[in-house]
């Protein structure tokens, strides 16, 4: 009885038609009995002691089911683009950096790409909050993949948020704990009619409930049986957000956690998309999916849905970037190939570094690629120096090149 199969909340379905001769409401309360059954209860409470829930409609189950042939598992990017650990981490780094900046950037932080960029590249420090909020995501995400491991606990939920927000609070105290019983609990509003959207649970009951959080993360929960993992990511990020135990950071502290899940829980592809990218995009629809979960029971399946949405968008996305990457590469190499300027020596090299543009080269690794003299090698690493291909600085007593960051850009023009 679902409109066209859709998962559909009572403020979509008011403006609807119902069928035959059923008024509004009790197309409501048919659609709400039919779905009681199929409604899985989390161990998350609301304020009121009630359990939250969710299902797993054909309308999650499809999405799923494609994240899983896509995102994990034995599947590998396109050698042409990935073929080396170098290029991985060329991709992994720029997928860290854009993500850290959309995710701060969905909580205020001002600064643009560019020069968000140059900052976590370059290492200068930060000069204002959100340069420094900016800052911080990297390094909360660098944290979480190095050294959170696959266990989550209080303790690194707390010290994620104290990455987070270092250096960026009005009250410093306030970074790295939970909010106590004497201070006033962050309440979310409404910004154009001033109404509360979210009051959190007591401050007093959060010790417990973050505890709850780590054992629902890890996959300890009694009696909650089979979860996918994407779905627990997804909850995951939810409940944190609910709870709302910090002062601030908690909506970049939910997003980190929800990486860490997907990661631990072997979707390796995760780590090359932003997902902040896209809820900045609709920024309304990324509130509206926690409201009409709060608004209907606690029926979390809102929420998974629409995240559900948004990752398979960011894998698209970023498999049509691969795409076009590929291409881009086989153009270059035949660019390369028909090029007459260059001796056959640097135009593998050139061939190279396009596929791994993190590889670096030295007169002696060039020597010995091709068996010729060090004076030829020097000479061929010189003249690409000279053409503005290469780039060269000091690696203690010798000197080591990299291709420039536009190299593709230069070989086409």
């Known amino acids: 009885m679902a409109p066209n199969g859709r998962y559909r909340h009572w403020d979509t379905l008011r403006h609807l038609k119902p069928p035959g001769e059923l008024t509004t409401e009790q197309w409501w309360l048919a659609i709400k009995l039919a779905r009681g059954p199929l409604l899985r209860e989390l161990p998350l409470r609301d304020r009121d002691g009630r359990k939250f829930a969710y299902c797993m409609p054909d309308e999650a189950l499809e999405p799923l089911h494609r994240v899983d042939q896509r995102a994990s598992g034995e599947i590998r990017m396109p050698a042409v683009v990935l073929g080396a650990e170098g290029a991985r981490g060329h991709y992994l780094v720029n997928s860290l950096i854009e993500e850290s900046i959309r995710s701060s950037q969905l909580e205020g932080a001002s600064t643009t790409r560019p020069i968000a960029r140059e900052m976590i590249r370059s290492g200068r420090r930060p000069t204002d909050r959100s340069e420094r909020m900016i800052l911080n995501n990297y390094h909360a995400m660098e944290f979480m993949r190095d050294e959170a491991g ?93 709870e709302h135990p910090f002062e601030d950071g908690n909506g970049r502290t939910a997003r980190a956690l929800f990486y860490w899940s997907m990661r631990v829980q072997g979707y390796w592809l995760i780590e090359y998309l932003s997902i902040s990218r896209i809820l900045r995009q609709a920024p309304s629809k990324y509130m509206r999916s926690f409201l009409y979960t709060e608004t209907d029971h606690g029926d979390t399946t809102y929420f998974i849905l629409y995240h559900l949405g948004v990752l398979w968008r960011a894998i698209e996305e970023f498999h049509t970037y691969l795409a076009r990457k590929m291409e881009e590469v086989r153009e270059i190499e035949q660019f390369i190939r028909n090029s007459d300027e260059l001796n056959h020596r640097q135009l593998a090299l050139l061939g190279n570094a396009v596929r791994h543009p993190l590889q670096r080269y030295s007169f002696a690794s060039h020597a010995r690629s091709h068996n010729v003299s060090a004076q030829t090698a020097r000479n061929d690493l010189l003249d690409l120096e000279g053409r503005e291909l290469l780039q060269r600085r000091r690696s203690g007593h010798r000197y080591v090149f990299s291709a420039v960051s536009d190299l593709a850009d230069r070989l086409t023009r």
């Open 150 to 242: 696959a266990t989550l606990t209080p303790e690194i939920v707390c010290e994620l948020q104290r990455i987070l927000t270092e250096g960026t609070l009005e009250n410093p105290d306030a970074a790295g704990r939970l909010q106590t019983t004497d201070e006033e609990r962050v309440v979310m509003w409404d910004a154009q009619d001033g109404h509360v959207i979210h009051q959190p649970p007591p401050a007093a009951e959060l010790p417990g409930r973050l505890e709850l959080m780590c054992h629902f993360a890890n996959g300890e929960e009694a009696g909650a049986g089979f979860v996918h993992p994407v779905a627990r990511a997804i909850l995951l990020h939810f409940w944190l957000a609910y």
